[in-house]
């Protein structure tokens, strides 16, 4: 069993990486090994690895520098998809394709369903949802949309408050911005699970949109309030405490790309059909700040 896997050095392909060993070759690239920025360089990759399914959650996610680098963001985010569903189409193998609550506006009171309309704001959103549209073309395909992506490896926000609070002895964080943290090791073994069930059987019919995100709901600033806390509890020497952590709204930080008020996903239908049990968001963040401070 071939499994081919972009973006091994992201925070959910690093994940990945090491959760589909179980299940057959994973062949993980980088963008030294598969330059997604070349077309020709994705065709001729896959045409000679012949892999059994694809699997893609690297993308472009500068969201403000997509603003400026729209061209990168769409031949990464959008063709790169393309050429991904079109050769799995070829060779009549299923992909799983990562996307974002930035197709979104953010504008609904609810929580996200996966039959609701798309509004992307931003550069980055609308890349990501032109890399669905082209996926959804092909029929054997599962699009995981997910929000607020952390873990041990990269680049997120929960690290960079656990930097800034040794740093600084004040911060500010805007409170207007409603959404769900999600591991990279959730998200993994979301797609562990899913991957073993497709590749099981042959009979497969539930291909789609499917959000995924982890239970509860927050917003950033009380996100980083908890981070702060938990962090100090488990022993970590910081500069500050949450109570120094000041709450704005969005207005009063100005980014150049306009993210969701409300990235909550509703996450029923993928619970349901793959009958998944997901954690609490604040117990998974507990989890990656006692693998640090414990």
Same mark, same amino acid.
């Given at each position: ?20 060993? *179980? ?16 077309? #020709? ?5 896959? #045409? /000679?690895?012949? &892999? ?14 997509? /603003? ?36 979104? #506006? ?7 369903? /996966?039959?609701?309309?798309?509004? &992307? ?42 930097? %800034? ?23 993994? /073994? ?53 109570? #120094? ?19 909550? %996903? ?12 997901? &954690?609490?968001? +604040?117990?998974?963040?507990? *989890? %990656?700040? +006692?693998?640090?401070?414990?």
């Amino acid at each position: 069993m071939k499994i081919l896997l972009t973006g091994k050095d992201g925070q959910v392909g690093f994940e990945l990486h090491k959760k589909l060993a *179980s299940l057959g070759n994973v062949i993980a690239t980088d963008r030294h090994k598969l330059n997604l920025e070349n077309s #020709d360089a994705i065709r001729d990759f896959i #045409d /000679e690895i012949k &892999p059994d399914i694809i699997i893609n959650p690297a993308a472009y996610t500068k969201v403000d520098q997509a /603003e400026t680098e729209s061209q990168l963001a769409h031949q990464i985010n959008a063709i790169a998809p393309q050429l991904l569903a079109e050769k799995a189409s070829q060779l009549n193998i299923p992909i799983i394709h990562f996307s974002t609550d930035y197709v979104f #506006d953010g504008l609904k009171n609810e929580s996200y369903l /996966e039959t609701d309309k798309v509004n &992307p704001r931003s550069v980055y959103g609308q890349t990501k949802w032109e890399g669905e549209k082209a996926v959804r073309q092909y029929k054997k395909h599962i699009i995981l949309r997910t929000s607020w992506v952390f873990g041990t490896h990269g680049q997120n926000f929960l690290k960079t408050i656990l930097k %800034l609070i040794q740093e600084k002895s004040s911060l500010s964080i805007v409170s207007d911005q409603q959404g769900t943290p999600t591991s990279s090791d959730v998200l993994a /073994e979301v797609t562990y699970k899913i991957v073993k069930i497709i590749l099981n059987k042959p009979s497969f019919e539930d291909f789609g949109t499917y959000h995924v995100a982890l239970e509860g709901e927050t917003n950033w600033h009380q996100y980083a309030c908890f981070v702060t806390d938990e962090a100090i509890r488990l022993g970590l020497k910081t500069r500050m405490s949450s109570k #120094d952590i000041k709450s704005i709204s969005s207005q009063a930080f100005p980014t150049l790309a306009k993210r969701p008020m409300n990235a909550r %996903l509703n996450t029923t239908k993928i619970k349901k059909t793959f009958m998944l049990e997901l &954690p609490d968001w +604040k117990s998974e963040v507990l *989890s %990656l700040l +006692k693998h640090y401070y414990d």
